[in-house]
């Protein structure tokens, strides 16, 4: 698969497009660069394939800086052209790039397409289907899964029984769960061609599995999930299965559906070893 890359090398630049004042451990920067997931990046690092400044370097948290010189197999690592994709995600695929059980996974929807590597913006179950975002801007996609930004997220959900006044206004008001609060910002029933029982949920936060525990707690099974929305950003008639580009339209409206989100303060981080964080794939 040929990649996309811009001219710019990272070193010496503003670091993978990200601020230049912001500091990555080895893996991550490769994967911030677009080249690799995060694991294959940590594997990369791991087998001796990629030096820094000159020498190889065997730990994937080592942390860097906008003025390393960062090679990977050779070749001067450089940032990728930014990709937004819009992928109508099968039921039965897992969204992880590398499953340790060795089920199929949503990058089958990405097959020979001619791009960088993309992540997935946040997941969806192996049994849900729907609207699945996919990128290598790892701003972009953070900022959308900041639950203070409450990116509206729309889903038509088929069940086994009928949902009543007082099981919406318990979803409306939360549910405990596992010590978690659970809660929809708005459910109402959908009349859909068929006798199937569908619903429509509004979430604006991303807890795991939040609908389908929900609807257990209220004694009903999910026999469909689909996602239709996000933010401003609507599925429409793509086939299932089927992956297209977002347009400017669809990533600036994502972009501005909330504040985007703000670097934390580098006190305190030394060169050696540090920790960090990942936006969830």
Not at 24 to 35: C, D, P, S, V
Not at 119 to 133: F, I, K, T, W, Y
Not at 164 to 177: F, P, S, T, V
Not at 235 to 246: E, F
């Amino acid at each position: 698969m040929r990649v996309w890359r811009t001219s710019e090398s990272v070193a010496g630049s503003n670091i993978h497009g990200l601020n230049h004042s912001k500091h990555f451990g080895l893996a991550q920067a490769i994967n911030k660069a677009g080249l690799a997931s995060l694991a294959v990046a940590r594997r990369l690092v791991s087998q001796g394939a990629v030096s820094l400044n000159g020498r190889i370097e065997r730990d994937p948290e080592w942390l860097t800086f906008p003025t390393d010189q960062i090679l990977v197999e050779g070749q001067p690592l450089v940032a990728a052209r930014k990709i937004y994709l819009m992928c109508n995600k099968p039921r039965g695929l897992v969204t992880t790039a590398d499953d340790t059980e060795g089920r199929p996974t949503v990058y089958r929807c990405l097959e020979g397409l001619d791009i960088p590597h993309v992540g997935p913006v946040g997941r969806l179950d192996m049994a849900s289907e729907g609207l699945l975002l996919f990128t290598n801007d790892t701003q972009w996609a953070s900022a959308i899964l900041d639950p203070a930004r409450r990116v509206r997220k729309t889903y038509h959900v088929r069940i086994d029984g009928e949902i009543r006044l007082e099981m919406i206004e318990r979803m409306l008001a939360g549910i405990q769960d596992e010590g978690q609060k659970l809660q929809a910002i708005s459910v109402r029933s959908i009349a859909l061609p068929g006798n199937a029982r569908w619903i429509e949920i509004v979430l604006q936060e991303g807890k795991n599995r939040e609908i389908r525990r929900m609807l257990k707690a209220l004694g009903l099974e999910v026999l469909q999930l689909v996602r239709l929305r996000i933010g401003p950003v609507e599925l429409g008639s793509l086939t299932v299965g089927d992956v297209r580009h977002l347009t400017d339209t669809e990533v600036e409206g994502l972009r501005q559906a909330g504040p985007m989100a703000r670097d934390r303060g580098q006190n305190g981080f030394r060169r050696g070893r540090g920790e960090h964080s990942e936006a969830a794939p």
